[in-house]
């Protein structure tokens, strides 16, 4: 029996180390769809004290894995992009929402919006994968 969204994704996150690090808690999945949360930490900060562009990068890549693997089948990113639109200092709570955009048989393409608590946008993440023909098992 193929496992579903959810698992994949709780499968994905147990061997997801900086992810684990982070603090990602993940929210809800669903196929081709994820939201995830986590603190900004002060260790996270650069040299302005606000947050590194680096850790924004990977919690949305890490929005874009999971929903990009939830469909079953592993996928891979192939392209991606951030364009970051305000700063995030220590204490704030952010959230990414991965929504798939478009699919085919072997791409398939997510928009990943980056917001903070006050659900201001901080950043927009664009990703490309490539679905392989291996499938979650």
Known sequence: MPKSAAEIVQEMYDHDLFSQWMGIKIIDVKEGYCRITMS??????NGFKILHGGVTYSFADSAFAFASNSRGRHAVSIE???????????GDILYAEAIEKQLSHKLAIYYIAVTNEKEEEIALF???VYRKSKEWD
């Open 40 to 45: 900004v930490r002060e260790e996270m900060t």
């Open 80 to 90: 991606s992009s951030i364009s970051h639109t305000q700063s995030v200092r220590p």
């Open 126 to 128: 664009r990703g490309t």
